[in-house]
């Protein structure tokens, strides 16, 4: 069978995971060791970063641009030294250092507009954060082509089309599915890897828009849906989907199995661990997804798939919000 008509896997990875030099190389051997398969790989901005941006935005516009600048001068030296560490040789180096210094280039600019006008809208909000995601994953295509991997950035305003609900964009799903069919299967046919930044997307007057907090979930979703995907695979800090959040409970198990539906009510219902839209691309085209452990990649993690549903355990997590708790059954 030929690599285009072959189903691709979808990789995404998680910023709680993407802490480091360490971990982005442990991301690429990940999905080094995948590339059999046509790959799709969704990154997440680095651990803190989308916090830290909207940190330098809030500085900024409180005129307060010398520290703003500060926090942008420590964002633009973590990325880096990530690229010192992951990449080799002078010339990819220099070329991403490059490409680094212009996002933060821009982001200054930026810092010095919003000191001036005073007034930070959801638009220029997505225009400042949107960066955090195009970094990493910049970051990890040139790893993998440092590691002779085919690794072909892909910007998400090519593939991923919303409305212009800034800060929280609705994707269309009809453009969305046109979109990176025609980009990225093409890519997949070739033998490259898809290497695409999560959260973001393009509204209809080509500005770049973003899916709302954990959006790279749902970007993998999205992609999964569009290229018929044989399976997505979440890498998160955590050993699966866990009974309860371990931040608030401290003895958790992880969930082996359950159906969409649950996970889709587990998210919506404020567990911290999954997009709430994130299911919803898939609703029509179940495919499994599998919440894996970052740090234990061998370990099975939770499969969410309409395979079986466990009977014996009716209850299957807690999730909390401040003011009500739910139960999923
Ligand atoms: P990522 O950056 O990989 O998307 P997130 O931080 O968005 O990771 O989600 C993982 C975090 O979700 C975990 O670190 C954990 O603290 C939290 N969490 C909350 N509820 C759950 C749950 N039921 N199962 C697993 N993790 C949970
Ligand atoms: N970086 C974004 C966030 O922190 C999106 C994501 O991680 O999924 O919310
Ligand atoms: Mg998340």
Redesign the pocket.
């Known amino acids: 069978m030929t690599q285009r008509a072959r189903r691709p896997q979808v990789h ?7 802490a480091d030099a360490a971990a982005v190389r442990h991301a690429v051997a990940l999905i080094v060791s995948h590339r059999a398969e046509p790959t799709v790989v969704v990154l ?1 901005a680095m ?1 803190g970063v989308t916090d830290a941006l909207l940190d330098i935005a809030k500085r900024a516009v409180a005129g307060n641009v010398a520290g703003a600048l500060k926090e942008s001068a420590r964002l633009r030296a973590r990325h880096v030294d990530v690229a010192r560490a992951v990449l080799r040789g002078a010339s990819q180096r220099a070329e991403v250092v490059r490409e680094i210094d212009e996002s933060f280039q821009e982001l200054d600019t930026l810092v010095r507009g919003l000191d001036a006008v005073r007034e930070l809208t959801a638009r220029t909000t997505d225009i400042i954060i949107a960066r955090g995601e195009r970094l990493s994953a910049t970051l990890v295509a040139a790893a993998l082509r440092a590691e002779r991997v085919k690794g072909r950035y892909v910007d998400a305003t090519r593939v991923i089309h919303t409305d212009d609900s800034f800060g929280s964009a609705t994707p269309d799903l009809a453009r969305t599915d046109r979109a990176a069919r025609a980009v990225i299967r093409p890519l997949l046919a070739r033998g490259e890897i898809a290497i695409v930044p999560g959260f973001l997307g393009v509204s209809l007057d080509g500005a770049v828009t973003t899916l709302g907090r ?1 959006g ?2 749902l970007s993998a979703t999205l992609l999964a849906r569009a290229l018929n995907a044989r399976a997505v695979s ?5 050993p ?9 409970v401290p003895h ?1 198990s992880v969930i082996a199995q359950l159906h969409p539906r649950e996970a889709a009510e ?1 998210a919506y219902y404020g ?5 709430p839209r994130a299911l919803i691309p898939l609703t029509r085209r179940p495919m499994p997804i599998f ?1 894996r452990p ?1 740090a234990d990649p061998d370990s099975a993690g939770t499969e969410v798939s309409t395979r079986r549903m466990e009977r014996r355990y009716p209850v299957k ?3 909390s919000s401040a003011e009500l708790a739910m139960i999923t059954v």
Not at 12 to 18: D, T
Not at 234 to 238: H, M, P
């Open positions: 995404k990875f998680g910023g709680a995971s993407l997440s651990a954990g790279s979930d979440l890498w998160k800090d955590v699966g989907l866990l009974t309860s959040d371990p931040r608030l958790t587990l567990a911290k661990v999954l997009h919440v970052f997590a807690l999730s």
